[in-house]
T-cell receptor, first 113, second 114 residues
Framework: QQQVKQSPQSLIVQKGGISIINCAYENTAFDYFPWYQQFPGKGPALLIAIRPDVSEKKEGRFTISFNKSAKQFSLHIMDSQPGDSATYFCAALTQGGSEKLVFGKGMKLTVNP | NAGVMQNPRHLVRRRGQEARLRCSPMKGHSHVYWYRQLPEEGLKFMVYLQKENIIDESGMPKERFSAEFPKEGPSILRIQQVVRGDSAAYFC????????????FGPGTRLTVT
């Protein structure tokens, strides 16, 4: 059972465009939602995260939008740059338990110059 | 502050051999998590350890896999009698006390079973 579903699987955007990655979750006990960025051959790097009591969080060019009633959240990358080309994973966890992250399958982003 | 360290970065084993993967958490972190990533897949949780304790091993296969995090030294993920299906990237993450939700990942060990 996949608890976090991520879409699309891949995305190609032009430099300067907006990249949008969507995730949906099933477990209402999740209370922390991070996004990770992974470059080929590297480990995932924590990019930005949100809690369900907040509908939006912005850090630089990265914004998370959160819809608790729909159990969905999304990552927006504004002014996308070629250096943003990577695989992006959404994840979720339940605090107070074992804090194990449940990951989506990832989305490969390509930003063309 | 050095990040999470993993070694070796690449490991080749023949079927039936043992694989030992090591993880040194970030300084001051006493919580370690192991995840496995298959090609084109997301990361799957395997085990969560604190010093000298296994907290959650619900994602670990019941046979051939074991993990430890001793009082001194790195955390070890051990795979006995490896099979081709064990070929994957294995990532370790660590988190500080009081902020268990913030997990920082190492560069991974890529295991290839021939």
């Amino acid at each position: 059972q996949q608890q976090v579903k991520q879409s699309p699987q891949s995305l190609i955007v032009q430099k300067g465009g907006i990249s949008i990655i969507n995730c949906a979750y099933e477990n209402t006990a999740f209370d922390y939602f991070p996004w990770y960025q992974q470059f080929p051959g590297k480990g995932p790097a924590l990019l930005i995260a949100i809690r369900p009591d907040v509908s939006e969080k912005k850090e630089g060019r990265f914004t998370i939008s959160f819809n608790k009633s729909a159990k969905q959240f999304s990552l927006h990358i504004m002014d996308s740059q070629p250096g943003d080309s990577a695989t992006y994973f959404c994840a979720a966890l339940t605090q107070g338990g074992s804090e194990k992250l449940v990951f989506g399958k990832g989305m490969k982003l390509t930003v063309n110059p | 502050n050095a990040g999470v360290m993993q070694n070796p970065r690449h490991l080749v084993r023949r079927r039936g051999q043992e694989a030992r993967l090591r993880c040194s958490p970030m300084k001051g972190h006493s919580h370690v998590y192991w995840y496995r990533q298959l090609p084109e897949e997301g990361l799957k949780f395997m085990v969560y350890l604190q010093k000298e304790n296994i907290i959650d091993e619900s994602g670990m296969p019941k046979e051939r896999f074991s993990a430890e995090f001793p009082k001194e030294g790195p955390s070890i993920l051990r795979i006995q009698q490896v099979v081709r299906g064990d070929s994957a990237a294995y990532f370790c993450a660590s988190s500080p006390n009081g902020q268990l939700y913030e997990q920082y990942f190492g560069p991974g060990t890529r295991l290839t079973v021939t």
